[in-house]
């Protein structure tokens, strides 16, 4: 079985502050895991993926995440919030090639002018 | 590109009606999913079909049925509508047989039962 959790639902930072997104994941194997982004009435659309290539993912528009196994862990990071990146981040677990994605509950993300 | 189109976008049904909600991909993927989205909730796996002419179970199947009509297309029906399927509805496909296959998702069906 695999699972996610995205502790709290929603967080707030002033724009050009530090995104942090936290991820925790449970699974019997090695996992596949995503992060993505949902904006207001529209579908998600992805901004990163680990493989097992490399444990930092770098996504797009500026996110990055590090997976760390010790920790079971993916949190996704941006170093300076900008206003267009409101909008709620969900995590998802995966465990092989034709597994079905597990989500978390979603964290909602307010950019302060 | 189109991707992943849902039919219809908006819905309002009274308790007992019967809907489906359409989807196609012209991605030529495999797999297809839908979810719902409900506040606090995340996304909930309704049913899924790993390949054309197989359909399964998700983690909330009860009040559904789905059809994987053709590789392009699978429809979700919901019988006999109640107000607890008040909810956002995504499909979704993804690329079976490659490990790091993404999900790619549809602008969703807003549902409303009454």
């Known amino acids: 079985a695999q699972s996610v959790t995205q502790l709290g639902s929603h967080v707030s930072v002033s724009e050009g502050a530090l995104v942090l997104l936290r991820c925790n994941y449970s699974?019997?194997?090695?996992?596949?895991l995503f992060w993505y982004v949902q904006y207001p009435n529209q579908g998600l659309q992805l901004l990163l993926k680990?493989?097992?290539?490399?444990?930092l993912v770098k996504g797009i528009n500026g996110f990055e995440a590090e997976f760390k196994k010790s920790e079971t862990s993916f949190h996704l990071t941006k170093p300076s919030a900008h206003m267009s990146d409101a909008a709620e981040y969900f995590c998802a677990v995966g465990t092989g090639a034709n597994s079905k994605l597990t989500f978390g509950k979603g964290i909602t993300l307010s950019v302060r002018p | 590109n189109a991707g992943v189109t849902q039919t219809p976008k908006f819905q309002v049904l009274k308790t007992g009606q019967s809907m489906t909600l359409q989807c196609a991909q012209d991605?030529?993927?495999?797999?297809m999913y839908w979810y719902r989205q409900d506040p606090g909730m995340g996304l909930r796996l309704i049913y899924y079909s790993a390949s054309e002419g197989t359909t399964d179970k998700g983690e909330v199947p009860n009040g559904y049925n789905v059809s994987r009509l053709n590789k392009r297309e699978f429809s979700l029906r919901l019988e006999s509508a109640a107000p607890s399927q008040t909810s956002v509805y995504f499909c979704?496909?993804?690329?079976?047989?490659?490990?790091?296959?993404?999900?790619?998702f549809g602008e969703g069906s807003r549902l409303t039962v009454l």
């Open positions: 699974s019997s194997v090695p996992p596949y």
């Open positions: 991605m030529n993927h495999n797999s």
């Open positions: 680990y493989t097992s290539a490399a444990t």
């Open positions: 979704a496909s993804r690329e079976t047989g490659i490990d790091t296959g993404e999900l790619f």
